[in-house]
């Protein structure tokens, strides 16, 4: 203390000779001390590995959660006595999600990310709780809506905190480790919904969310970062409104289409599928004209961003299409039981676990148009491979090709949303990331509507061409393989809309450093 007062004496000489006190130096401490100055480079961040583990570990809650529940679907129809409405367990939590991922993309840019994610967490445990307690199939459905909710806050904000948290040259690496942890919930929610259902019973599959994601909401609390927030503006009620009823009916008329009961040819289904087709339409027109829109067309301009959500469309859709009819091949042509079915079917996720993450590592050394594409023409070998279906198969005849998709999908995946985060400017980050879950979402259905479509047509032409019967093995090998023709067909159309991708130029900054600043001036560019 005493050589701060000399050092002040002395300093005060060349000021004039006024003696300063110490009094008068805490005065001027205070204000700095209490204020301190804050440098962009001194900012401590978290711990990016950390961040993406908590990311993993709720994003392997949610989608265990959604293969859990498809497995309890025979047990919950008898139990509550719901008969063919026990679709619209899994259906009202599809539409739920996918016609909300747009919104919640768009209000995280707004209010921040992890608020959005801790939120939407905690809406998706309050579902799951819910949906345990749940007495009849009705309470059922509208408790999955909940639960609906707040996993798209989860689906649409978690890719965009990657994007915020990892360096342009890292995000492919992150998000194939995420890729994996996705096919990791995808291949242990049988096991464990088997295991819960035979000692618990089917409301068992709902609590067990509770506890893990109680711990999952305070991991994020604890480590996620707090992102910058965009300037709030008025919120496009309209367009949101046209959205998500547009979405919502043409997805009801997309999984009535393939039933029986209706056909395409239905009143009712050409309704749906119109009328949401006209109003998708009209958000498009909205959007382009309304000064606050909830989705800035100009994002679609740049050709990276639009190049990666076309391929993964068209990706996601030969997926669905895949995963709906390579079940009924194993059980119905093969007669496989459905617990050897299912353990043939984690060749595909066991495969995309292995390889994702390499995918993401390759990414950060490989141009994304070579590696992405090159993924995609081995996935078009193996659904090409899958086109010639036979009913003397063994289940190796079937594992190697669906390993050879999955092997495929994983090498183009995670560069793929790697790819279109970093060419999306920041400020409609958000918005970009829960695009690509809303194309995921999207793609699997309209796969499956596709599959189906295709399938049943064949079939039945070819039963008609022939006298046979519909439900004959020949039949039903010829659809299945025409199946097979049309999604060989998607992902090498995928591949070429892959490759044509402009070339993304590295961030000048840290994603975080200069909010607001984006890529739209980067993307333009071409190889």
Not at 225 to 244: E, K, N
Not at 265 to 272: A, I, K, R, S, T
Not at 310 to 335: E, R, V
Not at 444 to 472: C, K
Request: positive net charge; contains cysteine; proline residues 6%.
């Amino acid at each position: 203390m005493a050589g701060l007062k000399r050092a002040l004496n002395r300093r005060d000489k060349h000021q004039g000779g006024r003696r300063v006190t110490i009094k008068d130096c805490f005065k001027r401490l205070l204000p700095v001390i209490a204020n301190p100055p804050v440098s962009p480079t001194a900012t401590p961040t978290p711990n990016k590995w950390l961040v993406l583990a908590t990311l993993a570990f709720g994003t392997f809650m949610a989608t265990l959660d959604s293969s859990i529940v498809n497995i309890a679907l025979p047990t919950i129809r008898r139990e509550l006595d719901a008969g063919d409405s026990v679709e619209w367990v899994v259906l009202s939590y599809l539409l739920t999600t996918t016609s909300t991922l747009l919104i919640m993309g768009k209000l995280s840019d707004w209010l921040g990310r992890k608020n959005m994610y801790v939120t939407g967490f905690g809406i998706f445990v309050l579902g799951s709780l819910l949906c345990g307690l749940s007495w009849n199939i009705g309470s059922l459905i509208g408790f999955r809506v909940v639960q609906g909710l707040g996993a798209a806050m989860i689906f649409a904000i978690g890719p965009a905190i990657i994007s915020d948290t990892f360096q342009p040259n890292e995000r492919g690496q992150a998000l194939g480790l995420m890729g994996a942890i996705v096919a990791a919930g995808s291949s242990t929610g049988p096991v464990v919904g088997g295991l819960l259902l035979g000692k618990f019973g089917w409301s068992s599959i709902f609590f067990v969310n509770v506890p893990i994601g109680l711990i999952a909401i305070w991991r994020a609390l604890v480590v996620l970062p707090t992102s910058s927030r965009q300037a709030r503006g008025a919120f496009d009620l309209v367009g949101a409104g046209l959205f998500l009823v547009g979405v919502v009916t043409l997805l009801v008329g997309l999984d009535f289409g393939p039933e029986p009961d209706y056909g395409w040819g239905n009143p009712l289904v050409m309704g749906l599928l119109g009328t949401g087709a006209v109003l998708l339409g009209l958000f498009i027109y909205w959007e382009s004209r309304t000064p606050a829109p909830m989705l800035q067309l100009s994002l679609f301009r740049v050709r990276p961003y639009t190049s990666a959500i076309l391929a993964a469309l068209l990706g996601f859709m030969a997926s669905g299409g895949n995963l709906f009819i390579i079940p009924f091949f194993l059980q119905q042509l093969l007669g496989f039981s459905p617990q050897t079915a299912g353990l043939v079917l984690l060749a595909g996720p066991l495969t995309l676990s292995i390889v994702a993450p390499i995918g993401g590592y390759l990414s950060s050394r490989v141009s994304t148009r070579w590696l992405a594409s090159t993924g995609l023409l081995l996935a078009a070998a193996g659904y090409f491979s899958l086109s010639f279906l036979q009913t003397d198969w063994n289940w190796h005849n079937v594992v190697w090709r669906t390993a050879l998709v999955s092997f495929g999908f994983a090498l183009f995946q995670s560069p793929n949303s790697s790819s279109a985060l970093n060419a999306a400017p920041l400020p409609q980050r958000g918005v970009a990331s829960s695009v690509i879950a809303f194309m995921r979402n999207m793609g699997l259905v309209v796969g499956i509507a596709l599959a189906a479509a295709v399938w049943y047509s064949t079939r039945n032409v070819y039963a008609r061409m022939h006298q046979a019967d519909p439900m004959s093995d020949v039949a039903q090998l010829t659809g299945m393989r025409a199946v097979y023709w049309v999604l060989t067909g998607l992902i090498i159309t995928a591949a070429l809309i892959s490759f044509s991708r402009g070339k993304t130029l590295p961030e000048p900054h840290h994603a975080g450093d200069v909010p607001g600043e984006g890529l739209a001036t980067l993307a333009g560019d071409k190889v």
